[in-house]
């Protein structure tokens, strides 16, 4: 807000950014409205932003109007969602909806919004790439927990095949189901015994993040679940001896849970366990999070096959953008080799503060598949669905429709794919595998979700838990 002596000029201009804000915010909102309501007439009028008219007698909302009188909640997650698409210089949560009921105090609180969230994201990553620039997209996911949360749906997104998740504000992307080939034991000298032999598989369509779940996403998804200390440490907390909780990026407020101060909340999660990540995905889709130890219910953690298919596609690309070698405008890796030691670990930021690891925002495009997805190779880890097997490619299983390695034995490892900040370029190929036990965290380790395809029925819910 201007100060009450501010000069003639200074509040004319003032006026000017705001009456433009309001255009937006009013054009969106009567746009959705009209949708929803099926005023194919209005929509369509509304369409063409050049012709808007803020006064215009066939718009459903005023600017003085309740919002809240007219939108549910449903609705009004996904206001924000292409507000946050109109403004990507600032973050709209639902919240700011709420709060600001109407058009003319929505806009104003947009205008008074402090740009510095994004662009406090977007630029740490000059940490782990000094000299490079980045681009980024609007970060979607929901970092604010308001006291409830949407059921779990998927609407359509702008793009034919995207999608957004009301439970969380993810952007997912719809991948068309065929017979992909899976691994690899020809195209690439580098390549390991445990990706081969290389085969057929044949891929349901189905739905995959965007990019992986975010470090705020996660902190909103600890204050709605409620976890006890027990399930808290299974999934993202470390003994008090453990040197790494130093770079615990989450933080028990009077609040609830936050992310700690100084550190961008569009950093992917990381010292997540697979049973945290299992965890979040149940939850993002609307089921009971305590079944998180069974791989019988991870539905929405990505198979190995469907990672490395959506990943590269169907051809057997060493990277998500084709066969050319790695540089670091394209991928998050660690190019200096005089950080590792004699036996290949890490060795720096060790003692780096948290805020200064070499991670970027999950928003940023770097290593992005053919499909579009993000964070498809390198920044880290992320936990996959199957128990990993070093030879599991010599099974007749791996070559069933919709292959998984579906064993639960004692102590089995669970597969991880992407490669990460504190590795080389030749661990985020596409087709390069490994293994971890599920109760392992690490500073290098994230995830994602996926879904079955038939969460696109906007009609289709599950119930809240």
Not at 94 to 108: A, G, K
Request: proline content about 7%; glycine content about 6%.
């Amino acid at each position: 807000m201007l100060p009450e002596d501010a000069p003639p000029e200074v509040r004319e201009r003032a006026q000017d950014v705001l009456e433009s804000v309001m255009q937006k915010v009013s054009r969106v909102l009567n746009e959705r409205t009209a949708n929803e309501e099926g005023d194919a007439a209005l929509s369509r009028k509304l369409s063409d932003p050049t012709d808007f008219d803020l006064e215009d007698p066939e718009l459903l909302l005023r600017p003085d109007d309740n919002i809240l009188l007219r939108r549910d909640s449903r609705c009004i997650i996904m206001d924000a969602f292409e507000l946050g698409r109109e403004f990507p210089e600032v973050e709209i949560d639902p919240r700011l909806v709420f709060d600001n009921p109407t058009i003319e105090q929505l806009s104003q609180a947009i205008v008074d919004l402090p740009k510095t969230q994004r662009t406090k994201s977007v630029e740490s990553a000059s940490t782990a790439q000094p000299g490079v620039t980045l681009t980024s997209v609007p970060f979607t996911q929901l970092t604010t927990f308001t006291g409830e949360v949407a059921p779990c749906a998927y609407h359509p997104a702008g793009d034919a095949s995207r999608y957004m998740r009301s439970r969380d504000g993810m952007e997912s992307v719809l991948i068309p189901g065929g017979q992909a080939r899976i691994g690899d034991d020809t195209s690439c000298p580098s390549a390991r015994e445990n990706e081969g032999p290389s085969h057929m598989v044949e891929l349901s369509t189905f739905l995959m993040d965007i990019e992986p779940v975010s470090l705020g996403a996660y902190a909103r998804f600890l204050n709605s679940a409620k976890p006890n200390q027990d399930q808290l440490f299974d999934w993202c907390l470390l003994p008090a001896e453990d040197a790494r909780c130093a770079h615990l990026p989450l933080t028990l407020g009077e609040d609830g849970w936050q992310v700690k101060m100084g550190v961008p909340p569009n950093w992917p999660m990381i010292l997540v366990s697979w049973y945290g990540a299992n965890a979040y995905a149940l939850w993002a889709h609307g089921q009971d999070w305590r079944n998180y130890r069974s791989a019988a219910s991870a539905h929405f953690l990505p198979t190995e096959a469907q990672w490395e298919y959506a990943a590269r596609g169907q051809e057997t690309l060493q990277f998500p953008w084709g066969d050319e070698d790695a540089t670091p405008d394209l991928l998050n890796v660690c190019w200096d080799a005089s950080t590792y030691d004699s036996k290949g670990n890490v060795t720096a930021h060790v003692a780096t503060p948290l805020e200064e690891l070499p991670l970027v925002g999950v928003n940023v495009l770097m290593g992005v598949s053919p499909f579009g997805l993000r964070g498809m190779a390198g920044n880290v880890w992320q936990w996959c669905r199957d128990t990993y097997h070093t030879n599991f490619y010599m099974c007749t299983e791996a070559s069933l429709k919709d292959a998984w390695n579906a064993e639960e034995e004692e102590g089995a490892l669970k597969s991880e794919r992407g490669g990460s900040w504190v590795g080389p370029a030749a661990l985020a190929r596409s087709s390069y595998r490994r293994g971890r036990h599920p109760e392992a965290k690490g500073r290098c380790l994230g995830f994602r979700c996926c879904a079955p395809a038939h969460f696109v029925d906007a009609l289709f819910r599950f119930p809240l838990l």
